[in-house]
């Protein structure tokens, strides 16, 4: 694709579901960036991962939160037992090994009720 | 500690007035350094990028400047419009291979 794809775009939960969110980056891009917003705020950096380094975990706020990446291709962003705290919006974003400038997607919006 | 610092506060200008943003560093020694700007709504969109032995990059009507001994950046938007209106982040990273981290962003209003 063109851009950096985020599914979905809005999510819904209840208090103490798990919810999975899906990043698909630009293709060729070796780099991916998890990142949370809440509103009015800065981002918050959450994970990175870079080529078939291990993942960059420093961010992840608790051990609900998790992600994968299958090779340098989609990755999934998973945060279990959520709590109304985890509501915001979470951008991904990819850049190319050498640049480093990041492409956003259009992020998902999460509320937890 | 590591930090990226740029103006929490609203910077209100008159249109076509020139904008300038700033963007302080400590304990980094940045390869390069981005700016990114971000609409209400959307994920962020990369505008600039310059490197530690550049002092000066321009494109269209911004510019940006880095001084790597006074660890600062600045961001200026010449004969602002109020299409300009949005939240402008830097970034910075020590290499290519290292994570890119964000400053908090300035939030920018331009009046007609």
């Known amino acids: 694709g063109a851009g950096v794809s985020q599914s979905p775009s809005n999510k819904v939960t209840e208090k103490g579901k798990d919810v999975e969110l899906r990043c698909d980056p630009i293709s060729g891009h070796t780099a991916l960036y998890w990142y949370r917003q809440r509103l009015g705020q800065g981002l918050e950096f959450l994970i990175y991962?870079?080529?078939?380094?291990?993942?960059?975990k420093s961010g992840l706020p608790s051990d609900r939160f998790s992600a994968e990446r299958t090779g340098e291709s989609v990755s999934t962003l998973t945060i279990q037992r959520t709590q109304q705290e985890d509501s915001a919006v979470y951008l991904c974003?990819?850049?190319?090994?050498?640049?480093?400038?990041?492409?956003f997607g259009p992020g998902t919006r999460l509320t937890v009720l | 500690s590591q930090k990226i610092e740029q103006n929490s506060e609203a910077l209100n200008i008159q249109e076509g007035k020139t904008a300038t943003l700033t963007c302080n560093y400590t304990n980094y020694s940045p390869a390069y350094l981005q700016w990114y700007r971000q609409d209400p709504g959307r994920g962020p969109v990369f505008l600039l990028l310059?490197?530690?032995?550049?002092k000066e990059k321009r494109k269209e009507r911004l510019k940006v400047t880095f001084d790597t001994t006074l660890k600062q950046s600045l961001f200026h938007i010449t004969a602002s419009q109020p299409a300009d209106s949005a939240t402008y982040l830097c970034a910075l990273a020590n290499t290519g291979f290292q994570k890119l981290v964000f400053g908090t962003g300035t939030r920018l209003l331009v009046s007609p």
């Open positions: 310059i490197r530690e032995n550049e």
């Open positions: 991962f870079q080529g078939n380094s291990a993942p960059d």
């Open positions: 974003a990819s850049s190319s090994w050498d640049l480093n400038e990041q492409f």
